[in-house]
């Protein structure tokens, strides 16, 4: 971030969230390599997370039994559901790993699409599930009737990531919602909304009102992202009692260390920084977009952190010679191999990643 950006940013930033643009100026673009591969939000953690995590320091002798249970009560006071339908992980990837275990052990086969997070479908198959895999659209977004078509007997788990990685495309509402609610007359169906706090699109809506009637719906979502605590290890599930019941027999017990569980509960109570980093995030992604769009790169609407855009050469080479250059950039999404995902950072990070693209896309692709 050069000066100018600083002050501007700064200007616009609340007071208590100056600290944290003053860091980032700080950790300066040599701060090398410069993390635009794994969607993690730069400007975090806040600063009541980490005074929360510095209180916890002295606690850490203590197992984090009723800091789970805080936590758990915090969010499902706002959702408006029952501690009991809440299941806290370590990060959601644990989340979605106890579903895999819980719907997939026993000759259970799911369904979800291609590309899309594959911290479900990997672990799954892994453990001997049968998974459909259902291509995107030409557009990049889910193939729903195709999804709603491979329902076999034998699916017992669905699996839909909205807004989806590495797209980030979004499903709108009037069609996730239809799909949802007659796709979990017939199995549980996992809505992955890690990305949830970034979407600003009316046409997006949350399925945690499905956990609500009672259907057969787990919502999971994650204080990696826009909390900025990737490092922490902090998710969660809505579901169902019964449904998170059966999610929790699967858990490592206390899997969340104190300090974690402190500082989730403290961003969560947050809202300022949330929805700065929301917007700061916006801000320089519609930047890169229009700065992709005049270099001739298409990219898909995204409402999350990172953008998908069509490079036009082989992404593998493109990543070497950006990681060369200390830039990290997302790694191969088959089959769209000539695309790239790029995660959103300061606008430090992002002139950096524009004056390393160009050097790279001025040279001829080496395969
Ligand atoms: C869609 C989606 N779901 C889940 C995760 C897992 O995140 P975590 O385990 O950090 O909560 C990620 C991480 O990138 C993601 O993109």
Request: glycine share 8%; with cysteine.
């Amino acid at each position: 971030m050069n000066r100018r950006q600083w002050l501007l940013a700064s200007a616009a930033a609340p007071l208590a969230l100056r600290p944290i643009l003053a860091r980032a100026a700080k950790k300066g673009v040599r701060a090398a390599p410069v993390r635009l591969h794994s969607n993690e939000n730069p400007y975090g953690p806040s600063p009541a997370a980490q005074e929360a995590m510095t209180a916890a320091f002295g606690e850490s002798n203590l197992y984090p039994s009723s800091k789970y249970r805080e936590l758990a009560s915090l969010i499902a006071q706002r959702e408006g559901l029952t501690p009991d339908h809440i299941v806290l992980g370590a990060g959601s990837h644990e989340v979605l790993r106890m579903a895999a275990m819980a719907y997939g052990l026993a000759g259970g086969e799911l369904v979800t699409a291609h590309p899309t997070f594959e911290g479900l479908g990997r672990y799954a198959s892994r453990i001997g599930t049968h998974v459909h895999q259902v291509p995107v659209t030409g557009d990049l977004i889910m193939d729903l009737p195709r999804m709603q078509r491979r329902m076999t007997q034998a699916v017992q788990l669905v699996f839909v990531c909205n807004p989806n990685n590495p797209t980030g495309t979004i499903t709108p509402h009037q069609e996730l919602l239809p799909f949802v609610a007659e796709a979990a007359k017939r199995a549980v169906v996992l809505v992955d909304e890690a990305y949830f706090e970034l979407v600003a699109d009316p046409a997006f809506a949350t399925m945690v009102p499905l956990v609500k009637e009672g259907r057969n719906v787990i919502v999971s979502r994650t204080f990696s992202k826009v909390y900025g605590l990737a490092g922490l290890r902090v998710g969660y599930a809505l579901a169902r009692p019964d449904i998170a019941s059966r999610l929790r027999g699967f858990r490592t017990d206390n899997s969340i260390s104190i300090i974690g569980l402190r500082a989730a509960i403290a961003a969560y109570q947050d809202p300022a920084f949330v929805t700065w980093s929301r917007d700061t995030i916006a801000a320089e992604r519609e930047a890169i977009v229009r700065k992709l769009t005049n270099w001739g790169h298409r990219s898909v609407p995204s409402q999350t952190n990172f953008i998908f855009f069509h490079l036009g050469r082989p992404i593998g080479a493109f990543q070497e010679a950006m990681a060369a250059k200390g830039i990290l950039v997302g790694r191969p999404f088959p089959p769209y191999m000539d695309w790239c995902r790029l995660s959103i950072g300061t606008p430090e990070n992002m002139q950096a990643f524009s004056d390393a693209f160009e050097e790279v896309m001025s040279t001829p692709s080496s395969d």
